[in-house]
């Protein structure tokens, strides 16, 4: 999709009728539901586009409701004013209980506040943000940068998504637990617990995505189907990371202390060893680092290839900051930033997120939401609201996140979380949203200095959006990397 104009996907139709799905007895709008489901964020969008209030009542088999929302005002209700009454529920938990068990992203009330809390004062440390910098730059120039100086001299084509993906999954493996799986070693090795990994990610989402969960639960009954290999999968990366956990209790029990930094040490040393409690705490929080910020930069990359003057204005920043120590650099890079912020605007890591109601409520525009309803709310239709960013919605335009003194100086001007949901709000906004801007800005910094990114097929190269638990683009993005030289 270009961002410059509105797809058809995304264009408003003149008839609001057309739009809505139809409703028939007993299924609902389970047709509608079934032929949307590749598409399905985009088609959410297209339906939310035509609200009045931005916000839809669903309905599904057997008279059962869903609400879709990209209204501010009820996601700050949801998520905030009203927030006990919208937890994940049984139908999320349910669904990744086999992959993520009791882990932070799949737990409500006591279990999660315990979690919640126990991670905050870790992700709060400066030794811990000093050690991810530390990984993160390990990363970048040891293992990235070669590859990409390898893809230079051998005019190779490379697939973007895949290099990024691999980067993201050793960083926060490192970071979780300690554990290098050097995945971007030159030769792009398929690694056992990456690998198992990503197939429990993905076959999870399909359970998510199904439109009956019957199909799925009698599939794991009989362990036949893709519950089979859910089910080997989910073995293989449980297996492994209790292997790490319990060599780590060891370490620790032989020294007294643990000298690594890594999350799972800070936990351990910090009392909390029981083994299912941190192997599920390390398990969500690589699910969370590991393909979110490799989502970002990849649509980010081909967003500044389609728009040269924002690669331009990108340089002579990079070029501006290119003295100062690593975390000053990042810090100050303001107008890298507003680019990420705009890339995720459009292309958002989590494209759609849910909540299930504990009581009947009523929404601050008037939906009723009764008992049990699902509420999913949609950063990725919030991020095309004209009433929210204008009519230039469908515009990649950092300019709109930044603000100029009377010296030409530029600033960062944030939006609500409300507004621009990307890295969720509320209680349970993202603890790792520093560290993913130090790890993209690093990386941005870092490639663009060197390197200019060209999709292969250039103009004709257009990218599918795909929503699993993250945002894919369908078949990877294939690109040369072209050497930049000295910027002047």
Same mark, same amino acid.
């Given at each position: 999709?270009?961002?410059?104009?509105?797809?058809?996907?995304?264009?408003? $139709?003149? /008839?609001?009728?057309?739009?809505?799905?139809?409703?028939?007895?007993?299924?609902?709008?389970?047709?509608?539901?079934?032929?949307?489901?590749? &598409?399905?964020?985009?088609?959410?969008?297209?339906?939310? %586009?035509?609200?009045?209030?931005?916000?839809?009542?669903? +309905?599904?088999?057997?008279?059962?409701? %869903?609400?879709?929302?990209? &209204?501010?005002?009820?996601?700050?209700?949801?998520?905030? @004013?009203?927030?006990?009454?919208?937890?994940?529920?049984?139908?999320?938990?349910?669904?990744?209980?086999?992959?993520?068990?009791?882990?932070?992203?799949?737990?409500?009330?006591?279990?999660?506040?315990?979690?919640?809390?126990?991670?905050? +004062?870790?992700? &709060?440390?400066?030794?811990?943000?000093?050690?991810?910098?530390?990984?993160?730059?390990?990363?970048? +120039?040891?293992?990235?940068?070669?590859?990409?100086?390898?893809?230079?001299?051998?005019? @190779?084509?490379?697939?973007? %998504?895949?290099?990024?993906?691999?980067?993201?999954?050793?960083?926060?493996?490192?970071?979780?637990?300690?554990?290098?799986?050097?995945?971007?070693?030159?030769? !792009?090795?398929?690694?056992?617990?990456?690998?198992? *990994?990503?197939?429990? /990610?993905?076959?999870?989402?399909?359970?998510?995505?199904?439109? !009956?969960?019957?199909?799925?639960? =009698?599939?794991?009954? #009989?362990?036949?189907?893709?519950?089979?290999?859910?089910?080997?999968?989910?073995?293989?990366?449980?297996?492994?990371?209790?292997?790490?956990?319990?060599?780590?209790? %060891?370490?620790?029990?032989?020294?007294?202390?643990?000298?690594?930094?890594?999350?799972?040490?800070?936990?351990?040393?910090?009392?909390?060893?029981?083994?299912? #409690?941190?192997?599920? =705490?390390?398990?969500?929080?690589?699910?969370?680092?590991?393909? /979110?910020?490799?989502?970002?930069? /990849?649509?980010?990359?081909?967003? =500044?290839?389609? +728009?040269?003057?924002?690669?331009?204005?990108?340089?002579?920043?990079?070029?501006?900051?290119?003295?100062?120590?690593?975390?000053?650099?990042?810090?100050?890079?303001?107008?890298?930033?507003? $680019?990420?912020?705009?890339?995720?605007?459009?292309?958002?890591?989590?494209?759609?997120?849910?909540?299930?109601?504990?009581?009947?409520?009523?929404?601050?525009?008037?939906?009723?939401?009764?008992?049990?309803? !699902?509420?999913?709310?949609?950063?990725?239709?919030?991020?095309?609201?004209?009433?929210?960013?204008?009519?230039?919605?469908?515009? #990649?335009?950092?300019?709109?996140?930044?603000?100029?003194?009377?010296?030409?100086?530029?600033?960062?001007?944030?939006?609500?979380?409300?507004?621009?949901?990307?890295?969720?709000?509320?209680?349970?906004?993202?603890?790792?949203?520093?560290?993913?801007?130090?790890?993209?800005?690093?990386?941005?910094?870092?490639?663009?200095?060197?390197?200019?990114?060209?999709?292969?097929?250039?103009?004709?190269?257009?990218?599918?959006?795909?929503?699993? !638990?993250?945002?894919?683009?369908?078949?990877? *993005?294939?690109?040369?990397?072209?050497?930049?030289?000295?910027?002047?």
């Amino acid at each position: 999709m270009n961002s410059k104009s509105k797809s058809k996907s995304n264009k408003p $139709s003149s /008839t609001t009728s057309n739009v809505l799905p139809k409703r028939y007895p007993i299924i609902g709008s389970y047709l509608a539901v079934k032929s949307n489901l590749r &598409n399905r964020v985009q088609w959410i969008t297209l339906i939310l %586009q035509n609200c009045p209030s931005a916000t839809y009542t669903l +309905h599904h088999v057997f008279g059962y409701r %869903q609400i879709l929302t990209a &209204n501010p005002d009820n996601l700050h209700h949801i998520l905030k @004013t009203n927030f006990n009454n919208y937890p994940k529920g049984h139908f999320f938990i349910n669904v990744f209980f086999d992959f993520l068990g009791n882990g932070i992203f799949n737990a409500d009330g006591d279990p999660w506040k315990f979690q919640r809390q126990v991670s905050s +004062h870790e992700f &709060n440390t400066k030794s811990l943000r000093k050690f991810v910098e530390t990984v993160v730059d390990s990363e970048l +120039h040891g293992r990235l940068i070669p590859f990409l100086s390898d893809a230079v001299s051998d005019r @190779t084509v490379v697939d973007l %998504q895949d290099v990024l993906q691999r980067f993201a999954f050793d960083n926060v493996c490192k970071i979780a637990f300690g554990y290098d799986p050097a995945c971007l070693l030159p030769s !792009l090795p398929p690694t056992q617990f990456a690998d198992a *990994f990503e197939e429990a /990610t993905r076959l999870s989402a399909d359970r998510f995505r199904a439109p !009956l969960s019957i199909h799925w639960r =009698i599939e794991r009954f #009989f362990n036949i189907g893709s519950e089979r290999k859910l089910k080997a999968a989910i073995s293989r990366v449980r297996d492994f990371s209790q292997q790490v956990v319990r060599e780590k209790k %060891q370490e620790l029990a032989d020294k007294s202390s643990l000298k690594s930094v890594d999350l799972l040490s800070r936990f351990l040393s910090s009392g909390h060893s029981d083994e299912n #409690f941190v192997t599920d =705490i390390v398990i969500s929080f690589i699910l969370a680092g590991r393909d /979110t910020t490799s989502a970002a930069l /990849t649509w980010f990359f081909w967003l =500044i290839y389609k +728009h040269p003057e924002v690669e331009k204005e990108i340089l002579k920043e990079i070029k501006a900051k290119s003295d100062m120590p690593v975390y000053e650099e990042v810090k100050d890079m303001v107008y890298i930033h507003a $680019s990420l912020c705009e890339a995720m605007r459009l292309y958002p890591p989590v494209p759609t997120d849910g909540k299930l109601a504990v009581e009947d409520d009523v929404l601050p525009d008037g939906t009723v939401v009764k008992k049990g309803t !699902l509420v999913t709310y949609a950063p990725y239709a919030m991020g095309r609201m004209e009433k929210i960013w204008g009519s230039d919605w469908a515009e #990649f335009k950092p300019e709109r996140w930044l603000e100029s003194d009377e010296a030409g100086k530029r600033s960062f001007v944030g939006r609500d979380p409300y507004t621009y949901p990307v890295f969720n709000a509320g209680p349970r906004i993202c603890l790792g949203k520093e560290m993913a801007f130090l790890q993209m800005k690093r990386l941005v910094a870092g490639v663009l200095r060197r390197f200019k990114v060209v999709p292969v097929g250039e103009e004709r190269f257009e990218p599918v959006f795909l929503a699993y !638990l993250t945002a894919k683009m369908e078949g990877g *993005f294939p690109v040369r990397v072209i050497e930049r030289g000295e910027l002047h």
